[in-house]
């Protein structure tokens, strides 16, 4: 039989879904599939766009069919071209660009668009929402309002509903002033009763969020931007970034255009199809069934599989049933989960609640004749999953009503493993039940990775991903093998870092395009050549062919590049010290190049920041000091206080320590990660020693602790002590072994805090302190060799290493 | 001269004033475009500023046709401007090599 062809309206969560419904079916066999997208790139996940203005994640982590997904399954993707016309007698849809397609059978999955209220101002003369005001939906609002974001941003959001909310605490985490305007009486009041929205509003405000209540926006001010809101009652409130979530509209416009039934959005039969037409389809948001359009994405996977059983012909009686909602709130910092309705309806409906405001818990229970009919849970969820799933499912409760709320002697995990149904969902965001995960392990997944990438369980919010887990080891009882590829050094060498080097030895490869010709067969990943850069120069000191283009910038430039392109200047003030003649320099230099800001860093020195690149060179020369090594992954800053000469307290020179080990070990310019140091004369840490990758600690009589591991960034730790030792030279000694240990063992971006507890300290005090593999000989002369190759880099400002190594713009000839 | 009319090409510079592995910015014609130099001998030119948040593309990591932006790592095909990591494409324009080394570039091919 002549293949049928599929046509796609929508290239989102729903369409792709259903696509790959269709696909897993064996569609591929009987349809060419062609699909179109309004936007320029593949299908992401949507609702992770929280977590992408929240600064939690990243685009690339969210992309669940990028665009070489669609080729490979030989899918005709138009993306970046908007359907405007389905001609249903002759069965062919125009696009706005022109493109047309004849269809056989067509889907419409368009999704929902922001709803806008119509409020004046809103919108500008010519029609287009007022700069400074976004909706949320898409990856572009999202860009929109990350640039628009700052500290001391007034953002307004409108609407205290799950989106409004997300979208506040997202932009709180990027400094704004962040307030919620909500209509209603209280926060969330689809899926919370008014006690809950009180807690709730609590928790927000908490964490910095204003929220106003009752609040009826009349009118959006500012003439070319927006600069505030009225309100009803009278008041005004001021704003450079206004969001607008205040529900959605289905992009249902296209069908009313072609004729079919519309109402709130396309209706359709229980086999997701059109009232009007059997050859159109329709699944996701702009679908309305049985009375109902919903707006969480649980609803379209059940769509989603009908809609592939019944168009592939796999079972002409699939029906879809309607679904219940369950959602869970991804505020970080708050716990919330909520499902089904908010207050009792009927007179035989049993309430079960516990509250503890202080602790912000809040849990309340609807049973109707023993079954779940709604749920609130805030503060702690974890009942969570069994609740929505006992609700989901409409299965018997337990008579004992308190073990709905509360883990009594909670039973063992591998007992409720066991007992827990095949069906039974384990991801909620990408319908994955315990039966897929099951499929998955037997057709050969034997990592969570693997499985996670065949199944897309846990892909979601993410919050499943321990159960994930724990299911799939108790598929593999318990053999789950680890993803190899997480031990690669490099994504494009499939050895680990100790293979990696053994073979690099061996071969005597000493660059990086060398490296990239024997191991990688030839392909350049431009990702892996920092990681391999910085391990070749590790293991030849002095004998690395130094391919300059195998450097991250900072490295070519030897500055910090700023998110405007320009770079920082942080000259060497070994353990914070400086003449008054060099702070002269210093500061007619900055007035010279213009620098915008003069900082003092955490490490005890001061930056130029936002000095362009062609003035590098010149600004170094102007100062006269050496590099202070502040760009890279590499020996960074040794902190230190002040030591004896003057402190009542002193026990140590702290600062000569300090100086004498910037000025020894600055040679270490290429290591895993960042290492900042610090010295400190006394137990009182006042130069926080403790918290440094390396930190000496003087305890009296010439002695020093030495600490390792700690951190005081994104990850704080307190350092190990490794061992305590008599005097600075010994200090230099065990600190050299120690770095060098590191640089040759740890993973690219690994820094010592997570590689102290992954190797141990015991293991690290043997090797540096005790030397049991007899490999401290060795670490000494690599440091040696290290420190006699070192050259300040800013010498390059006189000689410079390649062409155009400091120019922004080279002038065209002609 | 026959075909100027059609596509214009301007005349860069050589090619030596970039180094291997690497890009540089060029202004020509009033614009700022980015051009690079592979391993392999091979040029192209692309807009200078990255589609995510203007970071500088010459300054990226480059291997084969591939650049990654410094800022945030978006990647992107310089044969196609397509993207690879990252939500959009970018603009790449046709260049050449002459047999002297000197880089022919045309903005409006
Ligand atoms: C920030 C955010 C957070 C969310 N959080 C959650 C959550 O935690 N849990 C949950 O369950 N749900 C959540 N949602 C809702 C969820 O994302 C939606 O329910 C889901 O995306 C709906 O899928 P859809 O395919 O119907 O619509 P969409 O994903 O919007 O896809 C519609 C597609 O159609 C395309 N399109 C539209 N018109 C045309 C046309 N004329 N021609 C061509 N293409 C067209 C669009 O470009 C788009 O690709 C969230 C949504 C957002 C925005
Ligand atoms: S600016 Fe290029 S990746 Fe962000």
């Known amino acids: 039989m002549a293949k049928q062809k599929l046509v796609v309206i929508g290239n989102g969560m729903a369409g792709a879904r259903a696509v790959e419904e269709v696909l897993a079916r064996g569609g591929a066999e009987m349809f060419d599939i062609v699909m179109f997208g309004d936007e320029p790139h593949g299908n992401y996940n949507r609702i992770m766009l929280s977590n992408i203005l929240s600064g939690q994640q990243t685009y690339d982590e969210i992309f669940l069919n990028p665009l070489p997904w669609y080729a490979e399954n030989g899918i005709t993707l138009h993306a970046g071209e908007r359907v405007t016309e389905i001609d249903r007698f002759a069965k062919v849809v125009t696009s706005a660009g022109g493109v047309k397609e004849h269809y056989d059978v067509l889907l419409i999955s368009t999704g929902s668009r922001a709803f806008m209220p119509p409020i004046p101002g809103l919108h500008t003369a010519g029609g287009t929402l007022k700069p400074g005001v976004f909706g949320f939906r898409t990856i572009e609002d999202t860009n929109g309002m990350v640039a628009a974001a700052a500290p001391g941003v007034k953002a307004v959001v409108i609407g205290g509903g799950l989106l409004g909310l997300e979208a506040a605490r997202g932009l709180l985490n990027h400094g704004c002033d962040s307030t919620v305007v909500h209509l209603g009486g209280h926060l969330m009041d689809a899926q919370l009763d008014a006690t809950g929205g009180a807690m709730l509003r609590t928790a927000m405000e908490r964490m910095g ?98 809609f592939a059983d019944h168009v592939t012909g796999r079972n002409r009686d699939a029906a879809y049933h309607g679904s219940k909602l369950a959602t869970k709130l991804k505020v970080m910092g708050v716990e919330l989960a909520s499902m089904g309705i908010t207050m009792p309806k009927e007179e035989r409906d049993e309430v079960i609640q516990f509250m503890e405001p202080k602790k912000g818990t809040y849990k309340k229970l609807i049973v109707r004749e023993g079954r779940l009919v709604g749920g609130i849970l805030m503060g702690d969820i974890s009942k969570a999953a069994f609740l929505m799933q006992a609700f989901d499912r409409d299965s018997p409760l337990p008579d004992e009503r308190l073990s709905l709320l509360f883990d009594l002697g909670a039973p063992p995990q591998k007992v409720t493993l066991d007992e827990m149904p095949a069906e039974a969902q384990v991801c909620n965001c990408n319908g994955v039940s315990k039966a897929a995960i099951g499929t998955a392990v037997a057709g050969g997944c034997k990592t969570v990775t693997a499985v996670m990438n065949a199944t897309r369980a846990g892909k979601g919010c993410g919050s499943c991903k321990g159960l994930v887990g724990d299911v799939v080891a108790w598929f593999l009882g318990g ?21 990696l080097v053994a073979a690099i030895r061996e071969q005597e490869l000493k660059s990086v395009s060398a490296v990239f010709r024997a191991l990688a067969g030839g392909v350049e990943d431009p990702a892996s050549k920092i990681p391999l850069a910085s391990l070749l120069n590790t293991i030849w000191p002095g004998e690395y062919v130094d391919e300059r283009d195998a450097r991250f910038i900072n490295d070519r430039v030897h500055g910090n590049i700023q998110k405007d392109g320009t770079f920082s200047v942080v000259p060497e003030m070994a353990g914070g010290l400086c003449t008054p003649e060099e702070l002269v320099r210093i500061a007619n230099a900055a007035v010279k190049y213009k620098v915008p800001l003069v900082k003092l860093t955490g490490g005890q020195r001061i930056d130029l920041v936002g000095v362009k690149k062609e003035d590098l060179p010149g600004i170094w020369r102007d100062i006269g000091m050496p590099a202070g090594h502040a760009w890279g992954k590499s020996y960074r800053t040794c902190k230190s206080c002040i030591g004896i000469d003057y402190c009542r307290f002193g026990l140590g020179d702290s600062m000569g320590l300090a100086t004498r080990i910037e000025k020894t070990f600055r040679a270490l310019s290429d ?123 800013w010498l390059d400002r006189d000689a410079p290493k390649t062409a155009n190594q400091f120019a922004s713009l080279i002038p065209a000839e002609g | 001269m026959p075909g100027d009319t059609l596509t214009r090409e301007h005349v860069l510079g050589n090619v030596d004033e970039i180094p291997v592995g690497e890009g540089r910015n060029f202004e020509v014609a009033g614009r700022t475009v980015a051009v690079f130099r592979n391993h392999a001998g091979e040029v192209f030119a692309s807009q200078a500023d990255c589609p995510h948040l203007g970071g500088p593309l010459a300054d990226g990591m480059l291997g084969g046709s591939t650049i990654m932006c410094p800022l945030h790592d978006r990647m992107f095909d310089l044969r196609t401007g397509s993207v690879l990591v990252g939500e959009c494409g970018i603009t790449v324009y046709p260049i050449r090599k002459a047999e002297d080394g000197t880089l022919l570039l045309s903005l409006d091919g």
Not at chain 1, 234 to 248: K, N
Not at chain 1, 490 to 497: E, F, L, R, S
Not at chain 1, 722 to 748: P, S
Not at chain 1, 777 to 787: G, L
């Open chain 1, 209 to 306: 969020v204003r929220v106003l209540l009752s609040k009826s926006t009349t009118e959006v001010l500012g003439e070319d931007k927006v600069t505030g809101l009225t309100f009803k009652d009278g008041e005004t409130i001021d704003c450079d970034l206004l969001v607008v979530a205040a529900g959605i509209r289905p992009n249902a416009e296209i069908g009313t255009r072609a004729g079919l039934t519309v109402e709130r959005a396309i209706v359709v039969d229980n086999h997701m199809r059109s009232v009007d037409d059997p050859s159109v389809y329709v699944v996701g948001e702009c679908a309305q069934h049985r009375g109902m359009v919903y707006g969480l994405v649980a609803p379209l996977w059940d769509q989603a599989k009908v």
């Open chain 1, 479 to 499: 053999a789950v093998e680890e993803d190899p590829s997480v031990h690669w050094y490099v994504p494009c060498i499939p050895m680990k870092k100790q293979e």
């Open chain 1, 671 to 793: 290591s895993p990660g960042k290492m900042k140091l610090g010295t400190t004369g006394c137990p009182r840490n006042c130069s926080e020693a403790l918290i440094k990758d390396v930190g000496m600690v003087a305890v009296g009589d010439g002695k020093w602790e030495i600490y390792i591991g700690g951190a005081g960034g994104a990850h704080v730790r307190k350092g190990d002590l490794l061992c305590t030792v008599e005097g600075e030279d010994e200090v230099m000694k065990v600190i050299g072994r120690f770095m060098q240990f590191y640089r040759e063992d740890a993973k690219y971006k690994e820094r010592t805090y997570t590689w102290v507890p992954r190797i141990g300290l015991e293991r690290i005090r043997a090797v540096v302190v005790d030397d049991s593999e007899g490999w401290c000989e060795r670490f000494d002369r690599e440091i040696e060799a290290a420190i006699a190759a070192y050259r300040d880099p």
